[in-house]
């Protein structure tokens, strides 16, 4: 197996050159020949390498370039002289290249250290990656020029090495000696500034790419060359795996893991025991360190963590679209039941979706202990309530008022019924009863024997002033 993501260094080489003999460079699409007019856009910068000599009958230079040449290059003019491969006589443009963005992995291709193109293996990158990440190894090619926009929403962007113009520049104070002579400000454009940093990644765990900030651009270069659109998927609910633009269909792992983890070491032991197998011969794999968003409950969000994402996609059709990756995802997740902790991985997940199902969470495993989990689970849901609680005395959730019939409550309410009716209340300083209502009874001055005294006395009538 060719494995380059697996190397320690990751060499990444920009495909586009600006080029005199490139014919893509040129409007009519080929190189210009003697009898041509060749003109350059006045207000474009360009930086222009030059191979061999060339005849030509005119050229329109730019007010801000220059023509790097190669041994033996150069330019003359036509004498005239009739060239059966050049009768046109036309006006040839060289053609635009402001477009060319740093985070177009369309523009990037894997290398070997020396610059070859290394063939396609079983390994892959998840788009984000596919740009050189902060700890990769950049390549220009020998004998070209180039002129690359580095706009980005990242300050500065990091590289351990970039590699132009046969020169290999590994520490920062060549890259910055490179950036004060006059071909930089040519050759790089935009808002961003690349760093050499001359180191790689410290922690054998992995590094993330660092490219997440500028996923955005990644993804809008990536739908721009292939029609403004994510292919439709086969499967019925694809898998977006991070740092990937279009859904998957396959599976999908996540790893947590401890110190003792290494990266490279697993790999390694995936491809050798696992992905190595015949029967997963189509099957490619991208595994890398990727910074997942967590959650609180599920709802509310929390700072990201590390997690080792493992992709697996397969090449099959129809209703087998996905089936084997899913056969080597639950392998790998058998593996780490048995063997994950002498790897420092403490849990894993899986997550499939094939041509005959939905994506969904089909496997987990975990070395933690069911207490643990139960522990958790029990604080989580207190914190829950209490934040119900807090909301509430805080005034800010009200809750439904539910009556609940208690059995003493209807005890209570037989033993002290409500009186039939209102039949006001005792005077204790006038002794009569109040009038009936019913009109045939009499009224209380006939009711009331004629011997009937008034006990109260009133100050203001002495009643012995009555008597005679």
């Keep these: 197996l060719l494995l380059p993501a697996a190397a320690a260094a990751v060499y990444k080489q920009w495909i586009p050159n600006t080029n005199f003999e490139t014919s893509s460079n040129w409007d009519k699409g080929r190189v210009p020949c003697a009898s041509d007019v060749v003109r350059f856009e006045k207000n474009k910068v360009i930086s222009v390498f030059v191979r061999s000599p060339h005849m030509l009958t005119d050229m329109y230079l730019p007010l801000n370039g220059e023509f790097v040449l190669a041994s033996g290059a150069g330019f003359a003019a036509f004498d005239g002289s009739w060239d059966p491969d050049c009768d046109s006589g036309a006006t040839v443009k060289f053609t635009d290249a402001e477009h060319h963005t740093w985070f177009d992995p369309t523009l990037w291709q894997a290398v070997s250290p020396h610059g070859e193109l290394e063939p396609r293996g079983r390994i892959f990158s998840v788009d984000e990656e596919c740009v050189p990440c902060h700890y990769d190894d950049v390549i220009f090619q020998p004998e070209t020029s180039f002129r690359v926009n580095v706009d980005s929403s990242q300050r500065v962007i990091h590289l351990r090495s970039i590699s132009l113009m046969g020169q290999e520049l590994r520490s920062p104070e060549a890259w910055a000696g490179y950036l004060r002579g006059p071909s930089a400000l040519l050759q790089f454009h935009g808002n961003g500034t690349l760093e050499v940093t001359g180191t790689g990644c410290p922690d054998k765990s992995g590094c993330a790419c660092g490219n997440a900030p500028d996923g955005h651009r990644i993804c809008a270069a990536l739908l721009r060359a292939s029609g403004r659109q994510c292919p439709a998927p086969a499967c019925q609910s694809p898998l977006q795996p991070h740092g990937h633009c279009c859904g998957v269909c396959g599976a999908t792992i996540n ?14 032991r995936l491809v050798q025991a696992l992905l190595s197998q015949p029967k997963y011969a189509g099957v490619r794999m991208a595994i890398s360190k990727v910074h997942k968003a967590q959650t609180f409950l599920g709802v509310i969000p929390r700072s990201s963590s590390p997690v080792i994402q493992i992709v697996l996609i397969d090449d ?3 209703a087998q679209t996905g089936t084997t990756a899913e056969q080597l995802a639950a392998d790998i997740m058998e593996d780490v039941a048995q063997h994950g902790e002498a790897f420092g991985i403490s849990s894993g997940k899986m997550e499939v979706a094939t041509g005959s199902t939905f994506s969904g969470q089909v496997g987990s495993h975990t070395s933690s202990s069911i207490a643990v ?16 609680l807090f909301l509430y005395r805080k005034g800010k959730l009200r809750l439904p008022t539910l009556r609940i019939p208690w059995p003493w409550d209807r005890a ?16 204790p300083m006038f002794d009569v009863e109040p009038p009936s209502a019913d009109p045939g009874e009499e009224t209380p001055q006939e009711m009331a024997p004629k011997d009937h005294q008034v006990f109260y006395l009133n100050p203001l009538y002495d009643a012995s002033e009555t008597e005679t």
């Excluded at 790893?255 to 390694?268: A, N, S």
């Design 255 to 268: 790893l947590d893991f401890t110190p003792d983890f290494d990266l490279q070491k697993y790999r390694d």
């Design 316 to 318: 099959g059709a129809g």
């Design 373 to 388: 989990r139960t522990i958790l689970g029990l604080l989580f849901s207190l914190l829950f309530l209490g934040g119900i």
């Design 412 to 427: 209570e309410d037989t033993a002290s019924p409500a009186p039939a009716g209102d039949k006001g209340f005792d005077n």
